[in-house]
C-alpha cells in the first residue's frame, strides 16, 4: 500500500475541507473590498447566526488630513454557512477621531 493510499479504502467520497473562521472572515474581507471598493480597517466582531455568520466590519469611507477627521463606518456583513457574503448593510458612520458615546 503506498502512502498516498493510506487511510483511503474507496468507499467514502473525500471529505469537503471546512475552513477555519479566521479564513472566513479573511475571504469576506476580500469580497467585501471587492463588492465595495471601501478599504477595511478590520473586524471589531462576529456572532454564529442561524445559517452563517454576522461580521462586524469597520472601514474607511473618506480618508482626510489630519487623519483623525477621516470618516469610518461600521458595516454588518452577513456570511452564509460556506462563507460567501450573503449582504452588508452600514449601521454607523463616525469620525475617527470621535470615541464611543456611552
Not at 475541507?17 to 477595511?40: C, D, M, N, P, W
Not at 445559517?51 to 482626510?64: H, Q, S
Not at 458595516?75 to 470621535?98: C, F, H, N, P, Q
Request: net charge negative.
Amino acid at each position: 500500500m503506498s502512502q498516498d493510499d493510506e487511510g483511503d479504502n474507496g468507499s467514502a467520497p473525500p471529505t469537503k475541507r471546512r475552513r477555519s473562521l479566521a479564513g472566513r472572515v479573511r475571504e469576506a474581507q476580500r469580497q467585501f473590498q471587492e463588492l465595495t471598493g471601501i478599504e477595511i480597517e478590520g473586524v471589531s466582531g462576529f456572532e454564529r447566526s442561524e445559517d452563517g455568520w454576522d461580521l462586524t466590519i469597520e472601514a474607511v469611507e473618506l480618508r482626510r488630513i489630519p487623519d483623525t477627521m477621516s470618516l469610518l463606518a461600521t458595516y454588518t456583513v452577513e456570511l452564509d454557512s460556506e462563507g460567501e457574503i450573503r449582504g452588508y448593510r452600514r449601521t454607523k458612520r463616525y469620525t475617527r477621531g470621535r470615541s464611543d458615546t456611552p
